[in-house]
Structure formats: structure tokens, C-alpha cells
């Protein structure tokens, strides 16, 4: 029996190597297995079950720890560049103020001790040791909650800077932003070109037009703070505007919400589409070969094209979202501010600093201007009288004016002298032509005749309704080197246009024909 035991266990270590293997650790396993064979078996057998030597179970039997519990700790190679500065002057400066980048405290160093610190060969160190410490002892940073959106729930507003586009309108820089709108759930967004700021005005006119375009409502309605749109406003006003954005929230049945102040991440459906819209416009205006626009409307054309090419890749979610959405009212709202200003003697009337014209016949008359973000549109009781493209005043506080000339027409005939010092004679003239021959005629002829020759091509305009067509013959004049005159251009003018038939024939229709339609009828 023992000797056959002893052959049993010769044999079996001569299948597993009998000895350790050079440079083949022992593994964890390999000693938990040894272990387990240990109390049955001699040292001898059960480290060839094992499958390493007997030497190396003596030494497990005096250490049973597993390989990996005994591997030595990891030291330093090279002494800590930071052993006499961390604790005493770094520490204390990262504890009062947890802010403090560590560039500026590598600064501090090099300043304070530009001996032992003469240049950046620490930085990556400093930075390695700030970051560990921020990550153990800093404040516990804010969580975002991803949310799951429902179909019909939720619609996000904002607006957003789109002057990084270039954009031009007939050459001049386009200053403006875009008003966004969209659903939470299917992406579905709107876009409306804003030339003002963040107003009520631009906010319930777009949002209606999201909405009516869309052909539904959704519950909620999700904006920022809206401070920029207060920013200007008295206590008094921006209360006002407040209760009227609540009441058109109201009318449509809409849940009004607002992300908390400085946390842009709560209103981030619609902020993260900002980036891919603008980056989808700017794409698209390379592809065009152009940034300019002959008018707003061209523009605003295009915008629209952009967004519905982009909503037609959402089709899907869109029929989800459209399928939960509660039905429109039966009207719109207020989307205008409205302000009661009174006609003066100077022919016009004032809105937020801006001049506009009026009919003269209007003078002494109380209007409401429905101000709107592009426009401005004055009503006498419930008859329209007039319409302006909206100005904004400037930050210089020089007077801006926007005056029709066939409002004053009438009164320059009488004192066509007075065109010469009027404060808004820039704003008279409809089209830069106009004002290149008033240029010509103040230094080719005196005032009293160039005063004289202005308002009669101006009149010349306004009496044939050809203001374009002699915008035309005022430049092919003022290129000639010729001084231009209503008499000369009345001539070409009527060269031009075909000449209208004196007799019409127009073939009258038999009353018997009625007969017989009503007898087909009958």
C-alpha cells in the first residue's frame, strides 16, 4: 500500500512538472485549489494537484494569502516635486476658494519661491494632484435627469443669435436672431427670423405661428427666464407683460413653465437643436453660393424650406405627437403690443423713440400702433390708417425717422424750400437713387432750384404711381452725368408705356342665353 501510494504521487507530479515553471507566477486559483486539496492529502500531492512544487507549498503553508493579496505596494520612483508646498501653502489656498485653477497656483509658486519652482516642469503634476483632490474633498456636482418625453406633452421656446450666419438683405448686414419652437417628443421644430430682441411682441407672434402651423397644442410650454425681455422694462411693464404672456398661454390651453435661472441644461431639447439648425443654415447658404437676400422675405423664404426639408425627416414621431395633441381655439391672440400715440403738427407720431409718418390729415388724431417685431401698424378707431416697417432707436440717441413721402407730398409743393433743413429729408426718399440726384443737384445747382427739382420728381413718383420705374431713369440720368428733371423723365416715362386703346370692343352676352340655362335647369 505504501508503496504503490508513493508511486501514485511520483507519477502525478511528473505530470504536472514536479516544480515551479521560471517566470510562471502562481495564480489565485492555483491556491485556492491547493486549499482545498490540503487537508486530504500530503503537501507533496496535493501541490501537484495544485500544479506547482512542494517548496512553493511550504511557503503557502507559512502564508496562505491568495498572489494577489501579497503584491507589494507601489512606490514612489522619484521624490514629490510638491512634499514641502502641497500641505502648507497649496491645501489651505484650494480649501478657502475650491475654484482656484492650477495654473494659478504654479504661478503663485514660480512667484513666491522662483528658486525651487523656476519653470512649468510640474504643471501636469499639480494639475494630476488639484483634479484628485476636487474628485475626494470638492462639492458634489449638480445630476442631470435624463427625461423620457411623451408624445403631445411638452414644446420648448427660445431664441438665439443667428448674426455668426452673415447674412445680407440688398447688401446690408442682416442684424437678427431666430426664434425656435420645438416638441420635446418628435423634434418638430419652427423657425421665425426676429429683428428685434427677445420680446413679447417676437414671442407670441412666433408661437402662434408654431402652433397654427403645426395644427395643434401641446400641454406645456417651456421657455427660459425670458430676462432678456424684461431687462428694459419697469417693474410696472415687465408685471404686464408677464399677465399678457399668461393669458395667451391661457387662450390656447397651455401649461406655462420656465427653467430655473442659469440652468440652461432644463431647457436643453430646444438649445442642443440651436446648434444643428444654425450649422443645417450655414450649410445650406454655402450650397446657395451666397449669403445675400434682394429682400427679408427671400430670407425668411429660405429659413422656412430649411425647416420643413428638416421636419419631413421626422415624419414618424410627428404623427405620434400630432395624435396627442389637443385642437387649436378658434382664433388667435394678441400677438402686438399696443401703444396710444397722437398724430403732431410735424406729421407723424412717436413709438419707443422712433418717428413715424402719418397722413396729414390725421394731425390731432389719437392713434393705437400695434407694434409688432417687424412692423408697426396704427389704427384710428377700428379703420387701419397706416403701416411702417418697424425702426428701433439707436444707443448713439440720435432721433430715428421713417416717413413715407406721399404723406408730405401735398405740403412740400407749397414749401418745397423747407426740404432742405428738415430733419427727416434723409428719410424722404424711397430709393437710394433719389437720394444719389439730391446729392448731384446740392452741388450742381443752388439750394432754392435743387429744393424745386427734388420735390418734383418726388411728386412726379407719387402722381403716376412709378416710383420703381423712375428709380430706373433717375440712375441711367445720374450715370450720364446729367442732372435729372421731372419735365425730362415725364417724356421718357411716357415713351415707355404702351399706349392704351382708345375703343374697347366688348361682346355682350344674348339674354336669351339665360333662357336657356335656366331651362337646362329646369
Given at each position: 500500500m505504501l508503496a504503490g501510494a508513493g508511486q501514485y504521487e511520483r507519477d502525478l507530479c511528473h505530470e504536472n512538472g514536479g516544480l515551479d515553471v521560471p517566470g510562471k507566477p502562481v495564480t489565485d486559483q492555483q491556491v485556492r485549489l491547493y486549499m482545498q486539496e490540503r487537508p486530504f492529502h500530503s503537501r507533496r500531492i496535493a501541490a501537484a494537484r495544485a500544479g506547482f512544487s512542494e517548496r512553493t507549498a511550504r511557503r503557502l503553508d507559512g502564508d496562505p494569502r491568495l498572489p494577489s493579496q501579497r503584491q507589494p505596494e507601489r512606490g514612489r520612483t522619484v521624490p514629490d516635486p510638491l512634499a514641502g508646498v502641497w500641505q502648507s501653502?497649496?491645501?489651505?489656498?484650494?480649501?478657502?476658494?475650491?475654484?482656484?485653477?492650477?495654473?494659478?497656483?504654479?504661478?503663485?509658486?514660480?512667484?513666491?519661491?522662483?528658486?525651487?519652482?523656476?519653470?512649468?516642469?510640474?504643471?501636469?503634476?499639480?494639475e494630476r494632484r488639484v483634479r484628485n483632490w476636487r474628485a475626494l474633498n470638492g462639492a458634489p456636482k449638480d445630476v442631470i435627469f435624463r427625461q423620457a418625453p411623451e408624445p403631445g406633452r411638452m414644446a420648448l421656446s427660445d431664441f438665439t443669435d443667428a448674426g455668426e450666419l452673415g447674412v445680407t438683405v440688398a447688401g446690408e448686414p442682416l442684424a437678427h436672431r431666430l426664434y425656435h419652437f420645438v416638441l420635446a417628443y418628435s423634434g418638430w421644430e419652427y423657425a421665425g427670423v426676429v429683428l428685434g430682441g427677445e420680446s413679447f411682441a417676437a414671442l407670441a407672434e412666433h408661437l402662434q405661428n408654431a402652433l397654427w402651423s403645426l395644427g395643434g397644442v401641446p400641454r406645456e410650454h417651456r421657455t427660459d427666464s425670458l430676462s432678456a425681455a424684461y431687462r428694459n422694462l419697469s417693474r410696472d411693464e415687465a408685471d404686464d407683460v408677464t399677465r399678457r404672456y399668461e393669458e395667451m398661454c391661457s387662450h390656447y390651453g397651455l401649461i406655462a413653465s420656465r427653467n430655473n435661472p442659469g440652468e440652461?441644461?432644463?431647457?436643453?431639447?430646444?438649445?442642443?437643436?440651436?446648434?444643428?439648425?444654425?450649422?443645417?443654415?450655414?450649410?445650406?447658404?454655402?450650397?446657395?453660393?451666397?449669403?445675400?437676400?434682394?429682400?427679408?422675405?427671400?430670407?425668411?423664404?429660405?429659413?422656412?424650406?430649411?425647416?420643413?426639408?428638416?421636419?419631413?425627416?421626422?415624419?414618424?414621431?410627428?404623427?405620434?405627437?400630432?395624435?396627442?395633441?389637443?385642437?387649436?381655439?378658434?382664433?388667435?391672440?394678441?400677438?402686438?403690443?399696443?401703444?396710444?400715440?397722437?398724430?403732431?403738427?410735424t406729421g407723424g407720431f412717436l413709438v419707443k423713440q422712433v418717428f413715424y409718418s402719418a397722413p396729414a390729415r390725421l394731425i390731432g388724431q389719437r392713434l393705437r400702433v400695434h407694434v409688432y417685431d417687424d412692423r408697426i401698424e396704427a389704427w384710428l378707431g377700428a379703420t387701419h390708417v397706416v403701416s411702417h416697417p418697424r425702426r428701433r432707436a439707436g444707443k448713439d440717441g440720435r432721433r430715428i425717422h421713417v416717413v413715407d413721402y406721399r404723406h408730405v407730398i401735398h405740403a412740400l409743393r407749397r414749401k418745397p424750400q423747407a426740404l432742405a433743413s428738415s430733419v427727416y429729408r434723409d428719410s424722404l426718399f424711397p430709393r437710394v437713387e433719389y437720394a444719389n440726384a439730391w446729392a448731384l443737384m446740392c452741388k450742381t445747382l443752388p439750394q432754392k432750384q435743387a429744393?424745386?427739382?427734388?420735390?418734383?420728381?418726388?411728386?412726379?413718383?407719387?402722381?403716376?404711381?412709378?416710383?420703381?420705374?423712375l428709380a430706373s431713369l433717375i440712375a441711367k440720368t445720374l450715370d450720364a452725368g446729367v442732372v435729372p428733371t421731372a419735365q425730362d423723365l415725364r417724356d421718357r416715362l411716357e415713351r415707355q408705356m404702351p399706349p392704351m386703346p382708345i375703343d374697347v370692343p366688348v361682346a355682350l352676352t344674348s339674354l336669351a342665353s339665360f333662357d336657356g340655362l335656366l331651362e337646362a335647369r329646369a
Open positions: 501653502v497649496l491645501l489651505p489656498i484650494l480649501e478657502r476658494d475650491p475654484a482656484v485653477q492650477a495654473v494659478t497656483l504654479l504661478r503663485h509658486l514660480q512667484m513666491s519661491d522662483p528658486d525651487h519652482f523656476p519653470d512649468d516642469r510640474i504643471r501636469r503634476t499639480l440652461a441644461h432644463e431647457n436643453g431639447a430646444v438649445e442642443a437643436h440651436h446648434r444643428h439648425l444654425k450649422t443645417a443654415l450655414d450649410q445650406a447658404l454655402i450650397l446657395r453660393g451666397s449669403r445675400d437676400f434682394a429682400t427679408l422675405a427671400d430670407y425668411r423664404h429660405f429659413v422656412d424650406q430649411l425647416v420643413a426639408r428638416r421636419n419631413r425627416r421626422r415624419e414618424a414621431g410627428v404623427r405620434a405627437e400630432i395624435a396627442a395633441l389637443r385642437i387649436l381655439p378658434s382664433r388667435r391672440t394678441t400677438d402686438f403690443v399696443e401703444v396710444v400715440a397722437r398724430v403732431t403738427r429744393c424745386r427739382r427734388m420735390v418734383a420728381l418726388l411728386a412726379l413718383a407719387h402722381d403716376e404711381g412709378c416710383e420703381a420705374e
